[in-house]
């Protein structure tokens, strides 16, 4: 049973296109987060949500929407999309209110391609 | 503020050789330190981390760390490496309260030669 699982693996659109990213943990925690690894392998967090609440927020730009549906789902819509958002985009959960002591057990990421 | 610096974005080692990937750290305020793999074209797995306590710290596949204060040095090793460790290593760094907000460095790539 996969633990955190995204869809889909792999994701080439054109630029301008609006796409999804679903991502289900079934690990029954609170909290989930996005990262997006670029191509030099740098791994930044984009949003955390507890709860279905969000949490953090970092300097994303807001063609970047996240929505959780319920605590087991976090989905990260992007508007327009641009050649830098070529990326890996990972998904991420952990235990609790994802406080610092609380293991993040990571997705097999998604693989997005801009042209 | 946290911050991550890994020494060598490539690392190359024989089989059985000592492995030795380097991590410094940066932290305002006491820090909790982590060690996570990538396998190709996998997500990230938690090797191990230290959080209060013993200093030296042991995780999965026979690696360990040590959480050296003074020297603000987290470093990962295994006395003898094999080949299906071959994978990115990941150092990260979040605060000891609040929200757990990882801060990664950049990354090392471990080469493992027969």
């Known amino acids: 049973d996969t633990a955190v699982s995204q869809t889909p693996k792999y994701l080439v659109t054109q630029m301008g296109n609006d796409k999804s990213i679903k991502c289900e943990q079934n690990?029954?925690?609170?909290?989930m987060y996005w990262y997006k690894q670029d191509s030099k392998k740098f791994l930044k967090i984009m949003f955390s949500?507890?709860?279905?609440?969000?949490?953090i927020n970092e300097t994303v730009p807001n063609r970047f929407s996240p929505k959780s549906p319920d605590k087991a789902h976090l989905n990260l819509h992007i508007n327009s999309l641009e050649l830098g958002d070529s990326a890996v985009y990972f998904c991420?959960?952990?235990?609790?209110?994802?406080?610092?002591?609380?293991?993040?057990?990571f997705g097999p990421g998604t693989r997005l391609l801009v042209l | 503020a946290q911050s991550v610096t890994q020494l060598g974005s490539h690392v190359s080692v024989s089989e059985g050789a000592l492995v030795l990937l380097r991590c410094n750290y940066s932290?305002?305020?006491?820090?909790?330190l982590f060690w996570y793999v990538q396998y190709p074209n996998q997500g990230l797995q938690l090797l191990l981390k230290y959080t209060t306590g013993a200093t030296l710290v042991k995780g999965i596949n026979g690696f360990e760390a040590e959480f050296k204060k003074s020297e603000t040095s987290f470093h990962l090793t295994k006395p003898s490496a094999h080949m299906s460790d071959a994978a990115e290593y990941f150092c990260a760094v979040s605060a000891n309260t609040g929200f757990q907000k990882l801060v990664f460095g950049t990354g090392t790539r471990l080469l493992v030669s027969p």
């Open positions: 690990l029954g925690h609170d909290t």
């Open positions: 991420a959960s952990s235990q609790g209110g994802g406080g610092a002591l609380q293991t993040q057990y």
């Open positions: 932290s305002s305020v006491p820090p909790y």
């Open positions: 949500y507890n709860n279905k609440e969000l949490i």
